[in-house]
């Protein structure tokens, strides 16, 4: 074979390679991205139910719920009391609780809690708990997942709700640099953003044709009776 055919012949073996290495690299990144994404979102869960726990131990050590960090950079709890709903809501005191500040795609864990909640000592004969969890079903309506329209004692709703803004979207990152929105028709994480009773939980998707929009926020909730029952036991209950 002439030295020219053979170099000829080389070079298109070397250019196949070179196309088979990269579509691979390609089936791989997008086939690893969803397991990536998932991922994340289990160690955000866990960062979320490890910050529940916290909470719940903190109350049976003080008596109530911590308010919120004083800023995003700095994680104790703002030592002047919150007596409004928006004063309530802000981001997880991580140094107080000694927990992650951050989720998986490094943004502030938020928090939000019933303002009754955060004085000692905690009157469950009187505290009516405001927070409550809507998610959507069928078409689209909103139901609650957690609580009702009426948050009362005999029909009680959530002590407090902590949550993550999700990958996209929103959110605080650990440098206290707020991250903008970068969506749109994405009406539930926007509702959620600038929650201080109500917050949206439902599964993600990045289908903007959903109701509600896309939607990657994650949460998590504390019951009263999940608060009492340890608080009783630990005897800082009245």
């Not at 809501?89 to 140094?95: A, D, E, K, S």
């Not at 500040?101 to 009187?126: E, H, M």
């Amino acid at each position: 074979m002439p030295r020219s055919d053979r170099q000829s012949g080389q070079a298109l073996l070397i250019l196949v390679a070179v196309i088979g290495l990269g579509a691979a690299s390609l089936f791989m990144s997008a086939m690893g991205s969803p397991r990536l994404d998932s991922a994340r979102e289990q160690r955000t869960m866990a960062a979320l139910q490890e910050a529940r726990e916290a909470l719940i131990g903190f109350a049976v050590t003080h008596g109530r719920l911590p308010r919120p960090a004083i800023s995003a950079t700095d994680g104790n709890e703002n030592p002047a009391p919150c007596v409004s709903e928006a004063a309530c809501t802000g981001l997880l005191p991580w140094t107080t609780l000694g927990v992650p500040r951050t989720d998986a795609w490094g943004k502030l864990l938020r928090y939000s809690v019933t303002p009754v909640y955060t004085s000692a000592p905690l009157q469950r004969t009187s505290a009516v708990a405001t927070k409550t969890v809507l998610t959507r079903v069928g078409g689209g309506q909103i139901v609650y997942r957690a609580g009702n329209p009426d948050c009362t004692l005999g029909s009680p709703c959530e002590a407090a709700v902590v949550y993550s803004n999700g990958r996209n979207n929103f959110g605080i990152n650990a440098a206290g640099i707020v991250q903008a929105n970068g969506s749109q028709g994405n009406v539930d994480e926007a509702a959620n953003n600038v929650a201080t009773l109500n917050f949206m939980v439902r599964p993600t998707t990045d289908d903007a044709r959903a109701p509600g929009g896309p939607f990657d926020d994650l949460l998590v909730w504390i019951d009263p009776q999940q608060l009492y029952a340890p608080m009783a036991q630990a005897r800082v209950l009245p």
